[in-house]
Nanobody, 118 residues
Framework: QVQLLESGGGLVQAGSSLRLSCAASGRTFSNYRMAWFRQAPGKEREFVAE???????NYADSAKGRFTISRDNAKNTVYLQMNSLKPEDTAVYYC????????????WGQGTQVTVSS
């Protein structure tokens, strides 16, 4: 079992930056692929970025060039640095964990709200 707790959301103006953090507990953090998803009002949850234990990363097109995912295995924490924020980035951001060999992200945090004003 993995418990995930996000933090770092808030209300910012367009063009600003935010860094989200996700603290994990319960299992060997380095064995999990970690990701960020988001869900805007009235929309389905969508993938933002993921990072493997090897630090290999993958991004949604909307995040490429603006967002950076990273992890600190010593602190059991994954980060999402978001730069040049746009109003369309407004959403609840969720941290997720996927056990090695699993097909789906099976562990989720409660989410943190990010609101970008124009």
């Amino acid at each position: 079992q993995v418990q995930l707790l996000e933090s770092g959301g808030g209300l910012v103006q367009a063009g600003s930056s935010l860094r989200l953090s996700c603290a994990a507990s319960g299992r060997t953090f380095s064995n999990y692929r970690m990701a960020w998803f988001r869900q805007a009002p009235g929309k389905e949850r969508e993938f933002v970025a993921e990072i493997q234990w090897s630090d290999s990363t993958n991004y949604a097109d909307s995040a490429k060039g603006r967002f950076t995912i990273s992890r600190d295995n010593a602190k059991n924490t994954v980060y999402l640095q978001m730069n040049s924020l746009k109003p369309e980035d407004t959403a609840v951001y969720y941290c997720a964990a996927r056990r090695t060999g699993a097909n789906l992200y099976g562990y989720w945090g409660q989410g943190t709200q990010v609101t970008v004003s124009s």
